[in-house]
């Protein structure tokens, strides 16, 4: 089973700084989801990659594959993006799987 | 509605009471996901459906919980004389297809056993 930590565990800062949130995971693996959780509400998928990176947005996720290794950046952050950042991964590598979820990250964001 | 749809939202049962959870997919999305998270833990995986084959029933914790999809869209997750220990957000995912595939969500059902 695919291992996954994530860091940091808890994050507060400053609207408008830039966040950076790490994954990694121990098993190879054919792609990596970032997902958010809003208090209370569903889960949201944010992106979906298997290798380099990805915008949309202000986000970006990047992906380096040979170190296991991915990170979610968040630019000029806004209140509204406080919620929790789970990294996920195929649960035995592969492509018909399903995830195994990092434990998350608790973002807020202070106007 | 277009997204995934989980019934009840909220359930609160009894210990040793048979408990029953459903999940509507999107219409067409051929795999679907059972997830159950613990208050303050990320989801962990339970089950898979590819239509209405169960692939992959590794993540069950008991023989009491038990998860079907008749006939390839509609999915119900039982669990049989529920214990405190089961209460969780049980949480249903869906996909278009098989293979590396963006999941989509539920707002899944917060059982809590009294």
């Known amino acids: 089973k695919n291992e996954v930590e994530q860091s940091p565990q808890n994050l507060t800062a400053q609207e408008g700084e830039f966040i950076t949130i790490n994954c990694s995971y121990s098993v190879g693996i054919s792609a990596l989801h970032w997902l958010q959780q809003h208090p209370g509400g569903g889960i949201v998928s944010l992106f979906m990659l298997s290798s380099g990176k990805k915008k949309h947005g202000r986000l970006i996720a990047t992906i380096n594959i040979q170190e296991k290794h991915s990170s979610l950046h968040i630019t000029a952050s806004h209140p509204r993006d406080s919620a929790v950042y789970i990294c996920a991964v195929p649960y035995s590598g592969g492509g018909a799987d399903g995830l195994t979820f990092g434990k998350g990250t608790h973002l807020i964001i202070q106007p | 509605g277009a997204g995934v749809s989980q019934s009840p939202r909220y359930k609160v049962a009894k210990r040793g009471q048979d408990v029953a959870l459903r999940c509507d997919p999107i219409?067409?999305?051929?795999?679907l996901f059972w997830y159950q998270q613990a208050l303050g833990q990320g989801p962990e995986f339970l089950t898979y459906f590819q239509n209405e084959a169960q692939l992959d029933k590794s993540g069950l914790p008991s023989d009491r919980f038990f998860a079907e999809r008749p006939e390839g869209s509609v999915s119900t997750l039982k669990i049989q004389r529920t214990q405190q220990e089961d209460s969780a957000v049980y949480l249903c995912a869906s996909s278009l297809s098989v293979g590396n595939q963006p999941q989509h969500f539920g707002d899944g059902t917060r059982l809590s056993i009294l």
């Open positions: 219409s067409g999305h051929v795999s």
